[in-house]
């Protein structure tokens, strides 16, 4: 192999490993005015869907510097999915999503955060935080739903949290294979970390986007301080970055 070649080559790796390292993120603050008057979350931004199984459940909308989740009646599973990006967690990728959860005072015991894996209104998985009333102590939950049934509830859910109404707190999901997914919550006393599994079986959502979740539609909860991190498989993007040095170098050996 001559000294071209062998620079050539040199550079695609090179390239290759630089492209592999590289993520792609997303974060979103709401620090922006509302649109008057709105209710249907038209006014949130480019890249966001609202998805709710109930039509009266209410929607998303910007309130000063936060997102605030409800304004309708009844219960329902109303999701903001940031579409601008697709959070896959299988074949070499990976994400991370972060947002800031305030749970409201509601005589039910509301449940709010992440959902992840989203692939429609009715498919997801989910990470909810509940400050109690009737259903008890607050508690961390994970789960999905398939077809809009929910499945009994995954290994690594904690209970016996002291979660306070008006509190922020900061909620973490990260994984890099499916069905898998670490977990972080900070905020008040509580400082958790762990690991929960898919332990029901059968649908593993491995790709999807991104969102704010709220379970009942009446409490106006606010989210705030919205983060999303993908790294694409590194195959993938590893052969565009070697593509785009092969195609560059050889356009110079011809000039030569």
């Known amino acids: 192999m001559n000294k071209k070649r062998m620079s ?12 592999q390292a590289q993520a792609s993120l997303f974060t979103d603050n709401f620090n922006r005015t509302a649109v008057a008057g709105t209710t249907n979350g038209a006014d ?8 709710s ?16 989740g409800g304004g309708g009646a009844g219960s329902a599973h109303i999701v903001l999915s940031y579409q601008g990006l697709v959070a896959s967690n299988t074949a070499g990728s990976s994400f991370q999503a972060s947002i800031d959860v305030t749970p409201s005072s509601y ?56 979660i306070v109404t008006g509190t922020v707190y900061t909620l973490t999901i990260s994984s890099d294979t499916a069905g898998t997914f670490d977990y972080t919550l900070i905020g008040g006393t509580l400082n958790l970390s762990g690991t929960f599994s898919d332990t029901v079986g059968g649908v593993d959502f491995s790709n999807g986007y991104v969102g704010a979740y709220a379970a009942l539609s009446n409490g106006n909860p606010k989210f705030d301080n919205f983060s ?13 970055g070697l593509g785009a040095v092969a195609a560059m170098l050889l356009r110079r050996m011809r000039t030569r």
Do not use: C, H
Request: charge should be neutral; proline fraction near 3%; avoid cysteine.
């Open 8 to 19: 050539i080559m040199t550079a695609i790796m090179l390239a290759g490993m630089v492209w």
């Open 44 to 51: 949130i931004g480019s890249g966001y869907v609202i998805s």
């Open 53 to 68: 199984t109930t039509a009266t459940a209410g929607k998303f909308a910007l309130n000063g510097t936060q997102l605030t």
């Open 107 to 162: 005589s039910v015991g509301l449940l709010n955060g992440l959902v992840f894996n989203f692939q429609n209104a009715t498919n997801y998985y989910y990470a909810r935080i509940s400050a109690g009333a009737s259903l008890g102590a607050g508690n961390l939950s994970f789960g999905q739903f398939v077809d809009s049934t929910a499945p009994a509830a995954f290994s690594g859910t904690v209970s016996s949290l002291n």
């Open 228 to 240: 999303v991190t993908v790294i694409p498989e590194p195959a993938t993007i590893g052969m565009m």
